[in-house]
């Protein structure tokens, strides 16, 4: 091929951050994107000559060859080829497998890493390129092919002991097991019965309430176990007298949190926006890789969303504060920016936190041209970078100890405590969500009080109380426990989530996450037959050494294969393992054996304890109508409607079947407007020979129907309706236009 020699080639991920980087660079340089990865394992066959070092065998998969190809073309004529990638694990490995697809290695090349698509950013770039980092390379190399062991041979194992399609993963199973054990402490928990008593006192005409702690002069807090003893003690403070024993004023500062990383994003963004974790990485991307902001075109509004990092760049933190300054006074700036040190466990990526390339582009003036979503999740982010760099919170800390002392016994020891903001410092921006699903009440100030006051009982106010099992997780609380566990990376608790419920092992029941009855079984066959694989210690232990390979501290080969040996010492063992079923006090019509559950394609159904000798088998009467109750009536008899599972997918049933048989299909929607009649929601269909396709919620009355499944956001094109386009892809199904969705991890659990 012909070359020109006049321009350099740049390749990146996505289109979207393409465009946004040949808007920077100009003329003089040609953009491609890769659309993520482009050679993987191949999908059908392990992939790993376990014999020979663990040397993986990439292919090019068929819906990459395409955009290779372009890139090949283009390398041939460029002077230079820079490789832009994401400046992370996966980005460092997509850039050295370029080198080989694209036949790149006998060309002149150069890596360019930033961590923010501005025009400063990406020159100062360009200006420092470096080398790939094999390290880098080794270690995401090494995660991918420890996920493809994993999953290749535990994956196998549970189609034969419970049914196909189930997948087991190296993080996937250990997030699955802490879903479980927590659905079992819960189950396991027996209430405690206690009582508090509130005494509802005043000075003058100011009242406020005190809590009984115990007994005056003893330590120890009081126990009242039951009303009984609620009563007696109700009787002997009704008598009492009240004095003020001590009374305390101080000032609390509260200190703002720090810039948002990937987990802490995630997790705040699921608390204040309702968000699931996967929902806020693919918008989060969008906002990274650029938006057109009409006649400046397109712009990287944050900076790179995977990170564990909350270092801030001199810069962005001077920037923060001339803002604050000018918007909120000088009262609302600290002495000095704050400096903030990450915490995390196996924290790496030494970049800067997620924040707003300019806090300068107040969320208000760039709504027009931002989804809702998006509009959403850049405040946030924008808020957030605003309020770490501002003035503490100041309150007013108000405590007084009152001493009861009844007409005979023991004085009882009564705390009454008030919490008042005095100054909002950074919280008249930003207040951090919390786990709790009620609001904090705010206590109104104690009153001005002083040692030896008197005071005069106005009520006393005992109540019941039950101790509380734990908490389900939420997509927020996992993703905090995985990480301070050390499970994953924090670009991978997005696809453990997602993997989790599409596989059904979990489901969400409001914001918290249930494990199914099969997520239990694949759970409890996986801790017996695998104890070390699903081991919290063992998963974290892994990250540490997958780090070391990063720090080019380990050889990637022993640690894969100081994993797969003990492997297959497991799995040896667990041949022999029966297959999974659930007793029942049922017995077979033919033989008399008795009957078990097992799982199938369609779910559980009742089968004969004998098979293969008896085949015997029959559905799980009832087991759907107790597991899916529907908000619908029967529309032949008005009953309730269950959610049922049938040979065409899921669909509604009556509850009074057989009596009744009256079914309707069950409408799995996807959240996107049909845009034909803009009426409808496109939800989820089967075909009559089982294949999925969307169509509108309002058929017959309206038609419109696809085969890949629609993207919440519309084409930046036209606005017409993206689909599914190939592996990665999108495409728009008005004006052909055709993109990428974020770049999907490869590996079995997710993004390194």
């Known amino acids: ?44 066959e392990l992939g790993v000559d376990v014999e020979n070092g663990f040397l993986p065998r990439y292919i090019i998969p068929p819906e990459k060859r395409q955009a290779v190809k372009k890139i090949r073309e283009a390398a041939q004529r460029a002077r230079t080829v820079y490789l832009a990638t994401d400046p992370d694990r996966e980005g460092e490995a997509i850039a050295w497998h370029l080198l080989e697809a694209a036949e790149i290695r006998g060309r002149p090349y150069r890596r360019v890493v930033f961590h923010e698509i501005t025009p400063q950013a990406v020159q100062e770039a360009f200006r420092s390129p470096r080398e790939i980092d094999l390290r880098l390379v080794e270690a995401q190399q090494a995660r991918r092919i420890l996920d493809r062991l994993l999953g290749y041979r535990l994956s196998p194992f549970l189609w034969r002991k419970v049914k196909r399609g189930l997948s087991a993963g190296r993080v996937q199973s250990v997030a699955l097991r802490l879903l479980v054990e927590r659905e079992r402490e819960i189950e396991a928990f027996v209430p405690q019965e206690y009582w508090t008593i509130d005494v509802l006192l005043a000075r003058e005409d100011a009242e406020f309430l005190a809590r009984l702690m115990g007994y005056h002069g003893k330590r120890g807090k009081l126990e009242i176990p039951n009303e009984t003893e609620a009563q007696r003690l109700v009787a002997l403070l009704r008598s009492a007298t009240y004095r003020v024993a001590s009374f305390d004023r101080k000032q609390q500062a509260r200190r703002p949190p720090p810039p948002f990383t990937t987990s802490t994003l995630q997790q705040e963004a699921a608390r204040r926006l309702g968000f699931p974790a996967q929902k806020t990485m693919v918008i989060a991307q969008q906002l990274y890789e650029g938006i057109r902001l009409g006649a400046e075109g397109e712009v990287g509004l944050i900076t790179y969303m995977r990170t564990d990092s909350v270092h801030l760049a001199a810069s962005a933190k001077a920037e923060a504060r001339e803002y604050i300054r000018f918007r909120f006074g000088k009262e609302y700036l600290p002495p000095a920016p704050r400096e903030f040190k990450t915490k995390v466990k196996n924290a790496q990526e030494a970049h800067e936190a997620i924040r707003p390339t300019s806090v300068r582009r107040e969320p208000d003036a760039i709504r027009q041209y931002l989804s809702e979503d998006q509009y959403r999740l850049y405040t946030l982010i924008w808020q957030r970078m605003l309020a770490c760099q501002m003035a503490d919170a100041q309150y007013e800390m108000r405590t007084a100890e009152i001493v009861a002392v009844p007409p005979a016994g023991d004085s009882f020891l009564l705390r009454a405590s008030s919490s008042v903001l005095v100054f909002p410092g950074y919280r008249q ?9 009620a609001e904090e009440e705010q206590a109104g100030a104690l009153p001005e009080l002083a040692p030896g006051d008197t005071l005069q009982l106005r009520d006393l106010l005992p109540k019941q109380h039950f101790t509380e099992p734990p908490r389900r997780y939420s997509e927020a609380t996992l993703v905090r426990t995985l990480e301070e566990k050390g499970i994953g990376r924090p670009s991978t608790y997005a696809v453990i989530i997602s993997t989790l419920l599409e596989r059904g092992y979990a489901e969400r029941e409001g914001r918290q996450l249930r494990p199914t009855a099969l997520g239990r079984l694949v759970n409890d066959l996986l801790v017996q037959y695998f104890p070390d694989f699903v081991d919290v210690g063992f998963t974290a232990e892994m990250e540490d050494r997958l780090d070391e390979i990063a720090r080019g501290e380990r050889p990637w080969q022993p640690v894969v294969g100081d994993c797969y040996r003990p492997l297959e010492e497991a799995l040896a063992r667990a041949e022999h393992a029966p297959k999974a079923t659930e007793a029942t006090d049922q017995t077979c019509e033919l033989c008399g054996r008795p009957m078990v559950v097992r799982w199938g394609r369609r779910g559980r159904f009742l089968s004969c304890s004998g098979f293969p000798e008896c085949r015997h088998a029959r559905p799980l009467e009832g087991d759907e109508a107790v597991a899916a109750p529907a908000d619908e009536e029967c529309p032949q008899c008005g009953a309730p409607m269950v959610a049922k599972t049938g040979r065409y997918g899921p669909f509604l049933a009556c509850s009074r079947y057989p009596e009744c048989k009256g079914t309707r299909p069950l409408l799995v929607g996807t959240g996107v407007r049909c845009p034909e009649c803009q009426e409808g929601e496109l939800v989820e269909r089967r075909s009559r020979r089982g294949r999925t396709f969307f169509g509108c919620s309002r058929y017959p009355e309206c038609t419109f129907t696809v085969w890949q499944r629609p993207q919440a956001e519309p084409c930046p094109q036209c606005g017409g309706l993206l689909v599914a386009d190939g592996r990665q892809g999108v495409r728009c199904t008005a004006c052909q236009w055709r993109g990428a969705l974020p770049a999907p991890a490869t590996a079995g659990d997710g993004r390194s």
């Open 1 to 44: 091929m012909a070359r020109d020699g006049n321009r350099d080639l740049v390749v990146v991920e996505s289109p979207a951050k393409a465009r946004t980087i040949a808007n920077i660079l100009g003329r003089g340089y040609e953009v491609l994107a890769s659309i993520g990865h482009v050679r993987d394992l191949p999908k059908r």
């Open 429 to 437: 921006l930003y207040i951090e969500g919390t786990d709790d699903e």
